[in-house]
C-alpha cells in the first residue's frame, strides 16, 4: 500500500506533505516515514493511505449533507 506522508518541525506550524513511502501496513509505514524522513526533529510526522485521502478539488463537491453527517 502507499502511504503519503505528512509533516511539520514546530508546534504551530503547518503540516505539510513531505513524501510517500509504500509498506505492507500501517505500523511498517509508520516506521518507514521514520526511518526515512528522519533529517529532521519533527514535532509531528504521520503518514496516511493515500485510497483514505479525499480530493477536494476537480469540481464541485455535493452540497447535500445527510442528517448523520
Do not use: C
Not at 4 to 29: M, P
Not at 38 to 55: K, Q, Y
Amino acid at each position: 500500500m502507499k502511504y503519503e506522508v505528512f509533516a511539520r518541525i514546530n508546534q504551530g506550524d503547518d503540516t505539510k506533505h513531505i513524501g510517500n513511502v509504500t509498506a505492507e501496513s500501517d505500523r511498517l509505514a509508520q516506521i518507514y516515514a521514520h526511518n526515512t524522513f528522519n533529517e529532521e526533529d519533527w514535532d509531528f510526522l504521520a503518514v496516511a493511505r493515500t485510497e483514505h485521502l479525499l480530493e477536494v478539488t476537480g469540481g464541485r463537491p455535493d452540497l447535500e449533507v445527510a442528517a448523520h453527517e
